[in-house]
């Protein structure tokens, strides 16, 4: 798949651009607060219906305009297609080709994009909604249907919680809880199933960015800890029917205390993914460096599992990561991009932290105020890069070493030395134009979230 041009109207701060994206690296540099990272959730709306940072369709919509329109013209296995959304107070629509995109099957056929944000490096310090969000996109990536099935079981969960509300029968409420199990059983073996794909490339990323650190693995316990070690406990991976009798069992023991309470207490908008390194948990134990080793090791994993999976690897969208990686994983991660033979388009306020992406077919751009202006790439001085890059790498380490309580640094004895310590099924057709603004059970624009989740969760939080 490959991004060929790109037109953008009333977007966020972009009153209009055109863009023709390189078939690797596309560069954006500018200061923030001009357009970057409006550019990237344009991209991002257009290929996966769902927003990057807003929580309404309506804040896309520039300011003093009545509509916004982002259109691309894709490669997809040797085809182009040009696909738009359009985006009103009252909604958005989507096409294909200029006919109205009937279901999402005719939309997605294709599509495919990996969005890697600052705010990704805080996943695992963070509360688990961001967790499930965070694991909810990479499912979508690898199986579309994901998206629908996610906002399947969001109805069900709300249509519950209202009778658990009004106090409603029983009988009743049982009665509801076959539609919310099946809903809920093809969201848990989703994830599931992409977990169990990840996890070797994972483990093999994490080892080359952080070597001799423990290695790394997910741990995804549907349903809670106590019932998820229930379902491992006879199988390698729980079938769904296991996951559906369990989850049923769960329901009608718990239901006494649901409508007491007034929402459904278990279920995959209350679980957590477990990230450990070593045998601890990242979460508690693991460094800020380890952590961020951990979310770039799982976005390459995610970006080669689609390289294997789906046939090609997606677009790759990096809204300023460099700036908040450390040099050695900066590094880690220019050098995959140099290599990896896929199209990227990176923001930076700084284009030295990823001028080692860049090649004669590189196109770099500058943003000022939503314009942007397509420039040259020698204005990327790559050798006064690598310099910085050698400076920032003391920096890192003398800051590595006084945080563990050395008295006193002296430069690493060599760059090995320094780099260790531095270091399904189809979906299910449905109208695109009905789509949530995010496959999570938890997405922001659920009305109900604070009374789905139980307070615990409701405080500590496509």
């Not at 060929?4 to 009333?10: E, F, G, T």
Request: proline share 5%; aromatic share 6%.
């Amino acid at each position: 798949m490959r991004l060929c041009a790109l037109d953008i109207r009333d977007f966020r701060n972009i009153a209009a651009a055109s863009i023709d994206p390189a078939e690797q690296a596309t560069l954006v540099v500018g200061p923030n607060g001009q357009g970057k990272t409006n550019l990237l959730e344009a991209i991002y709306v257009l290929t996966t219906l769902r927003p990057l940072r807003a929580s309404r369709f309506s804040e896309l919509i520039r300011f003093g305009t009545g509509r916004a329109r982002v259109e691309g013209l894709f490669e997809i296995a040797g085809a182009r297609r040009r696909i738009a959304i359009e985006i009103t107070a009252e909604g958005r629509t989507a096409s294909v080709d200029g006919k109205k995109a009937q279901n999402l099957v005719d939309y997605f056929g294709g599509l495919s994009v990996v969005a890697f944000t600052p705010d990704d490096l805080a996943i695992i310090k963070g509360g688990p909604e961001g967790r499930r969000r965070f694991l909810d996109r990479a499912v979508f990536n690898r199986f579309p249907g994901h998206l629908d099935a996610c906002r399947t079981y969001l109805r069900a969960l709300r249509q519950r919680n209202h009778l658990l509300r009004d106090n409603a029968d029983r009988a009743l409420v049982e009665a509801f809880d076959q539609a919310l199990v099946h809903a809920a059983t093809a969201v848990i073996e989703r994830r599931l199933a992409l977990i169990a794909e990840l996890q070797e490339s994972l483990a093999r990323c994490f080892e080359s960015i952080a070597p001799g650190d423990g290695g790394c693995r997910l741990t995804y316990m549907p349903l809670g800890k106590t019932l998820g070690a229930r379902l491992w406990r006879d199988s390698a991976r729980p079938s769904r029917q296991l996951i559906a009798e369990t989850l049923q069992s769960a329901l009608s023991e718990r239901l006494g205390r649901d409508l007491e309470r007034g929402f459904t207490s278990l279920g995959p908008h209350a679980d957590d993914l477990d990230i450990i390194i070593g045998q601890r948990a990242a979460r508690t134990f693991g460094s800020q460096g380890q952590q961020r080793a951990v979310i770039l090791a799982f976005k390459i994993a995610e970006l080669e599992n689609l390289r294997v999976r789906v046939g090609s690897p997606p677009l790759l969208l990096l809204d300023d990561v460099s700036s908040e990686l450390d040099p050695a994983r900066n590094r880690f991660l220019m050098d995959y991009l140099r290599n990896a033979r896929l199209q990227c388009v990176l923001t930076t306020t700084d284009a030295r932290l990823v001028a080692p992406t860049a090649s004669a077919q590189t196109r770099l751009f500058t943003v000022h105020q939503g314009f942007f202006s397509a420039s040259r790439l020698e204005e990327i001085d790559a050798s006064d890069s690598a310099s910085r890059l050698e400076e920032a790498d003391d920096l890192d380490s003398a800051s590595r070493l006084e945080e563990a309580g050395a008295p006193e640094w002296s430069p690493p004895a060599g760059d090995s030395d320094a780099s260790r310590h531095e270091a399904d099924a189809a979906p299910r057709a449905a109208s695109p134009d009905s789509t949530p603004a995010s496959p999570s059970p938890d997405a922001p624009e659920d009305a109900d979230k604070a009374e789905e989740e139980p307070p615990r969760a409701a405080a500590s939080a496509s």
